[in-house]
């Protein structure tokens, strides 16, 4: 067949396999349509992201509008469980509360660079008791634990705590945490890296934050990786 009908086929042998149940239960008429594959608007409509800045730049500049966010500057998974946010079309409510007004299908955690000042096993066992957290809350979602972005080279040579060998020896860490069943692992940074391994310093103005434009990007990105067939297996 022609590359649609692959990409197809790829999509209904992940559907059946991993997540059958929950394609069925959210599709509106209770039956799985795995032969279309789902409108952005319609990929998204389930789906909730929680994170930090780069988080609150794809609420704001992604264009990701069936989306819920639960997303501040500088929140970690230190704050996340306690934190009240005001979450869109929602309003302020702690994690909890939102998880017990709503059930999601896919949730994408994008938290850990914020954390990176404490000692490294103790944000790396902060951060599997969130991940345990939304499991246990929202049993029936796909869970993506998301790679943290890269720094530019002249920010991560010159911070003792905010670079790159942090940056990927957390990644790894929580790369560990998926079981590419109801755990997957997405990382976008070769999407915005230089050669070097290093967000492009053409895609950032502070050094740390893509610019608008590029949020976009990497909303699609994810929804291309998604759809597409089941990332990190």
Request: hydrophobic share 35%; aromatic share 12%.
């Amino acid at each position: 067949g022609n590359p649609a009908d692959e990409t197809t086929a790829a999509g209904n042998e992940s559907g059946e396999t991993n997540t059958n149940e929950t394609t069925a239960g959210s599709n509106t008429s209770g039956e799985a349509a795995p032969s279309e594959t789902p409108t952005k608007e319609e990929f998204f409509s389930d789906v909730l992201f929680i994170g930090d800045s780069r988080t609150v730049g794809l609420m704001e500049y992604a264009g990701l509008d069936t989306a819920n966010f639960f997303a501040t500057s500088g929140m970690s998974s230190f704050k996340v469980l306690s934190e009240e946010v005001s979450v869109p079309n929602v309003g302020k409510v702690t994690l909890t509360t939102l998880f017990e007004q709503k059930s999601y299908g896919k949730i994408f955690l994008m938290l850990g660079i914020n954390e990176l000042g404490y000692s490294f096993s103790s944000v790396v066992s902060q951060y599997s008791e969130v991940v345990d957290f939304i499991r246990q809350m929202q049993p029936q979602a796909t869970l993506y634990v998301c790679a943290n972005l890269h720094l530019t080279a002249s920010r991560s040579d010159s911070d003792e705590i905010y670079n790159k060998e942090n940056i990927n020896r957390l990644n790894t860490e929580i790369a560990a945490l998926a079981d590419n069943e109801n755990i997957f692992y997405l990382d976008v940074n070769p999407l915005f890296d230089d050669e070097n391994g290093a967000l492009n310093a053409e895609y950032s103005a502070d050094d740390t934050h893509p610019y608008g434009k590029y949020y976009a990007q990497w909303g699609q990105w994810i929804y291309d990786t998604c759809v597409q067939s089941k990332p990190a297996q």
